[in-house]
């Protein structure tokens, strides 16, 4: 008996070695195609991309993986502890493999087998690291194995806190979140460090199955999955029982945190710097890279740009009636539901989506749209208001089949069922100046009918000495049309042009008192002849470039780039940065090329600033995931900027070394010029501003676009309104009547709080009192008699010479103008500058 016990013995032995033998060359074939471990030292993840504006307001966030790498040391305890609860409770103290986890779960799998039920995992969170980072997520017993070898050997190459880090850094949680940081932001709009017992608990709870614990889709089993949660860090000792039941109390409380666009009224901007990224590091850094961009957007200053365009709009458009309802629906029953299926305008907020349910001559009743819950289902309460037949008069004219008809009440405009878009001023202006600070209560009354204008524009605002774009406007609604207008619409900028033209002439020996012929041109263009006119028709006579200017004179513009040629226009059209590359011919002396808003703004900020080339810049500086400056838009030198000690040496001083494209006192000139289209001229509209400002305005051929540029000493502003496929403004829409009052909006609040300065005076440059028509000397404070600037070793001319005028045009000049008669008759002749 005890040699058969003998025998059996040995025999297991020989089994125990074989089968231990063929476990060990398992293990170790295994092992010879294991993953490098060691890429986990090298881990940079996916990091979402911040934009910020200028006062550090988020302004979008841009991912493919929506995720902020936080460090362990950032994590708070309480976050750290409930994953803790919920995934791997020994995780400090087992060795990569949770022996009792797993001996408990090969009991339950076994007590499954046939259910149809998923086996049940055991492992821990270094387990999960392995796999997450280094192995598939097959179940099978082999990827089993090589997830636990592998775990061995991070355990003994990283400490637990950095394993703990990569989990919460890597692990997905659902609605685009990945990460701890970017899960608090997604569900909650919280940072980590805001987070509570019970939000801390359901963040936990989602990495064993986002969508199993869907917030809105599965709330029972959500509250159920975190309460469990909860009663776990109350077993493991990090709660205490009395806060774990108020935490098990609260309802989940998500509220999913919007993607894209954050700072109201930012889209355009936002969207143009997302592609500036783009282009400049490509898409894997923007969606990957976890940039820190800082951007030159003034928030204060773009929803004052912002309001000042689209109430420019709005009044040009109404002026031109009403062209129906956004769509129908059907009133009967409850009409909340089809009206809340209509898509509204999600960045203007003012304006409400609403259905009509009545309509009369007194006016309408609308019912409002009704709001969305977080889980994107209809409130149930129906707020139903009243637009007065006065507050919707503008509607009476109204489009029908084409064409354009006046109904005699509301009840000839909108049907029930008929969906419009209303405002009430008032709600507005409780609202904050963004209009979207939550109002508990709905008037009943004083709202508007409102309609998106067909005609658009756009609008930039820039710092003319570093090229900082401020504010930047593309459109009425980024919602309705993302076409950014101020930076991609190719528009002509018309006489807007012209300050380019007379600085050319100016700073190429042209004074602003040099007289030029405002009379009839006929230039031969191959077969064909062009005979330029003024705006409105008529001509002056010979007149001073400042005439020329002020009143916009088209002839004179011509003759002008005549005579100095229009190579020379190109040139500075050039440096300005108006083109890349300018055909020079006479036609686009009167901007008939196609330009932007940001690039005329630019080349009059050459003009505001004293002649140096700026560049412009949506951007102020770039940092990569470490926070290393990787741009950095202000070029100049700063020597002393970065000394570590005081000793009392002078205050550092930031040298300017942008290249001067135009002589300083030539770009006074030209500003003092176009502060006379302010104060007399085509723009004097303006001048209510009571400040110093220079500008210019613009009008295209048949009135297709309306253009105003003006500046103060600091700050460039530019804007243009025209239809996206150009068609005729009608008649009289002009840069002085369209765009110039939408300026002047803009710069009343966005310079309310500052005090008016002058424009600089070079040194050197000589105030000499000229005769506003003549353009020669006169006595100062005589009737008709100007300041004008001259350069040194010029002045007003001794005799009188007109540029463009022939023998044949004196007398015509005679009847035209009694002072050139008066002046041709003293002495002087007519004749070439």
């Known amino acids: 008996m005890i040699r058969l016990i003998g025998y059996f013995f040995g025999i297991g032995i020989m089994l125990a070695l074989?089968?231990?033998?063929?476990?060990?060359?398992?293990?170790?074939?295994?092992?010879?195609?294991?993953?490098?471990?060691?890429?986990?030292?090298?881990?940079?993840p996916p990091v979402t991309t911040r934009v910020h504006a200028s006062d550090g307001a988020l302004m979008g966030e841009f991912a493919r993986e929506r995720r902020l790498y936080l460090p362990i040391q950032a994590i708070p305890d309480r976050v750290k502890a409930a994953f803790l609860s919920a995934e791997d409770k020994n995780f400090y103290n087992h060795p990569g493999i949770d022996v009792t986890g797993l001996a408990r779960a090969v009991i339950t799998n076994a007590q499954n087998m046939g259910s149809g039920r998923r086996p049940v995992g055991a492992s821990t969170i270094t387990q999960q690291v392995a796999k997450n980072f280094l192995l598939t997520s097959d179940q099978t017993i082999e990827r089993k194995v090589r997830e636990m070898l592998l775990s061995f050997r991070i355990e003994q190459a990283y400490s637990k806190d950095r394993i703990l880090e990569l989990y919460l850094n890597e692990i997905f949680f659902g609605l685009g979140a990945y990460g701890v940081a970017g899960a608090a932001?997604?569900?909650?709009?919280?940072?980590?460090?805001?987070?509570?017992?019970?939000?801390?608990?359901?963040?936990?709870?989602?990495?064993?199955?986002?969508?199993?614990?869907?917030?809105?889709?599965?709330?029972?089993r959500a509250l159920e999955r975190r309460n469990w949660v909860i009663d776990q860090m109350v077993a493991n000792g990090y709660v205490e029982t009395e806060e774990a039941d108020k935490a098990k109390a609260l309802p989940?409380?998500?509220?999913?945190?919007?993607?894209?666009?954050?700072?109201?009224?930012?889209?355009?901007?936002?969207?143009?710097?997302?592609?500036?990224?783009?282009?400049?590091?490509?898409?894997?850094?923007?969606?990957?890279?976890?940039?820190?961009?800082?951007?030159t957007l003034d928030p204060e200053?773009?929803?004052?740009?912002?309001?000042?365009?689209?109430?420019?709009?709005?009044?040009?458009?109404?002026?031109?009636?009403?062209?129906?309802?956004?769509?129908?629906?059907?009133?009967?029953?409850?009409?909340?539901?089809?009206?809340?299926?209509?898509?509204?305008l999600s960045d203007v907020p003012e304006w409400k989506l609403g259905v009509v349910l009545e309509s009369s001559s007194e006016g309408l009743k609308v019912g409002l749209q009704p709001a969305r819950k977080a889980s994107?289902?209809?409130?149930?309460?129906?707020?139903?208001?009243?637009?007065?037949?006065?507050?919707?008069?503008?509607?009476?004219?109204?489009?029908?089949?084409?064409?354009?008809?006046?109904?005699n009440s509301p009840a000839g405009v909108l049907n029930p069922g008929d969906v419009v878009m209303i405002e009430n001023p008032a709600l507005t202006a409780a609202s904050g100046e963004d209009g979207r600070d939550e109002v508990k209560e709905i008037p009943a009354a004083g709202w508007v009918l409102r309609q998106v204008p067909e005609v658009s524009g756009g609008m930039v605002a820039m710092d003319p000495h570093t090229g900082r774009v401020l504010a930047m406007v593309g459109g009425f609604s980024y919602s309705e049309s993302e076409f950014n207008r101020a930076t991609q619409a190719?528009?002509?900028?018309?006489?807007?042009?012209?300050?380019?033209?007379?600085?050319?002439?100016?700073?190429?020996?042209?004074?602003?008192?040099?007289?030029?012929?405002?009379?009839?041109?006929?230039?031969?263009?191959?077969?064909?002849?062009?005979?330029?006119?003024?705006?409105?028709?008529?001509?002056?006579?010979?007149?001073?470039?400042?005439?020329?200017?002020?009143?916009?004179?088209?002839?004179?513009?011509?003759?002008?780039?005549?005579?100095?040629?229009?190579?020379?226009?190109?040139?500075?059209?050039?440096?300005?940065?108006?083109?890349?590359?300018?055909?020079?011919?006479?036609?686009?002396?009167?901007g008939s090329g196609e330009t932007t808003v940001m690039r005329m703004v630019s080349a009059y900020s050459v003009m505001a600033n004293g002649g140096k080339q700026i560049k412009?810049?949506?951007?102020?500086?770039?940092?990569?995931?470490?926070?290393?400056?990787?741009?950095?838009?202000?070029?100049?030198?700063?020597?002393?900027?970065?000394?570590?000690?005081?000793?009392?040496?002078?205050?550092?001083?930031?040298?300017?070394?942008?290249?001067?494209?135009?002589?300083?006192?030539?770009?006074?000139?030209?500003?003092?010029?176009?502060?006379?289209?302010?104060?007399?001229?085509?723009?004097?509209?303006?001048?209510?501003?009571?400040?110093?400002i220079a500008g210019k305005t613009g009008t295209t051929n048949d009135e297709k676009d309306a253009w105003f540029i003006g500046y103060t000493p600091d700050l460039v502003v530019g804007l243009y309104l025209g239809y996206d496929r150009p068609t005729p403004l009608g008649k009289g829409s002009t840069g002085g009547g369209l765009a110039a009052p939408i300026f002047k909006e803009f710069m009343a609040e966005a310079l309310k709080d500052t005090p008016p300065v002058d424009f600089r005076v070079p040194e050197g440059m000589k105030?000499?009192?000229?005769?506003?028509?003549?353009?020669?000397?006169?006595?100062?404070?005589?009737?008709?008699?100007?300041?004008?600037?001259f350069k040194p070793g010029t002045g007003p001319a001794d005799s009188y010479w007109v540029i463009g005028m022939d023998s044949n045009q004196e007398e015509r000049a005679r009847e035209i103008s009694p002072q050139a008669s008066e002046a041709i008759t003293s002495g002087s002749g007519g004749g070439l500058y």
């Open 616 to 692: 412009p810049s949506l951007i102020d500086r770039i940092q990569d995931r470490y926070g290393k400056t990787v741009y950095r838009h202000d070029e100049r030198p700063c020597e002393g900027c970065n000394a570590n000690t005081w000793q009392e040496q002078s205050e550092p001083e930031l040298v300017d070394n942008a290249e001067q494209v135009l002589d300083p006192m030539t770009a006074y000139q030209i500003t003092s010029m176009m502060e006379g289209v302010v104060s007399r001229g085509t723009a004097v509209t303006v001048s209510e501003l009571k400040r110093p």
């Open 301 to 344: 200053m773009q929803l004052i740009a912002r309001k000042a365009l689209q109430h420019g709009l709005i009044k040009y458009d109404t002026l031109r009636g009403y062209r129906g309802p956004v769509t129908t629906v059907s009133v009967e029953g409850d009409w909340g539901v089809p009206l809340g299926e209509v898509p509204r």
């Open 767 to 789: 105030m000499i009192a000229v005769d506003r028509k003549s353009g020669m000397r006169a006595s100062q404070g005589a009737s008709g008699a100007i300041m004008e600037a």
């Open 376 to 407: 994107g289902e209809l409130v149930e309460a129906r707020d139903i208001v009243s637009v007065a037949a006065k507050d919707m008069s503008w509607a009476l004219r109204h489009t029908v089949d084409g064409k354009r008809v006046k109904a």
């Open 252 to 295: 989940l409380g998500v509220t999913p945190r919007r993607g894209g666009t954050y700072l109201f009224a930012g889209e355009y901007f936002t969207e143009e710097v997302r592609r500036e990224i783009i282009a400049r590091y490509g898409e894997d850094a923007l969606y990957e890279g976890g940039l820190s961009v800082r951007t």
């Open 185 to 220: 932001l997604t569900y909650f709009d919280k940072s980590v460090n805001e987070l509570t017992v019970a939000e801390a608990a359901y963040l936990a709870a989602l990495p064993r199955g986002p969508s199993n614990y869907h917030p809105f889709r599965h709330t029972e």
């Open 18 to 44: 074989l089968v231990a033998g063929g476990v060990a060359m398992y293990i170790g074939h295994l092992t010879k195609d294991l993953p490098d471990y060691e890429v986990l030292a090298k881990y940079e």
């Open 490 to 590: 190719y528009r002509q900028p018309g006489s807007s042009f012209k300050p380019i033209v007379y600085a050319a002439a100016l700073d190429n020996g042209y004074t602003p008192a040099s007289v030029v012929l405002d009379g009839p041109i006929s230039i031969k263009v191959g077969n064909q002849v062009w005979e330029p006119k003024n705006y409105g028709g008529g001509f002056a006579g010979p007149s001073t470039l400042r005439a020329g200017i002020e009143r916009s004179r088209n002839l004179m513009t011509v003759r002008l780039a005549n005579d100095m040629g229009m190579n020379l226009v190109a040139e500075y059209a050039e440096r300005f940065g108006v083109y890349d590359k300018m055909l020079p011919v006479l036609a686009m002396s009167l």
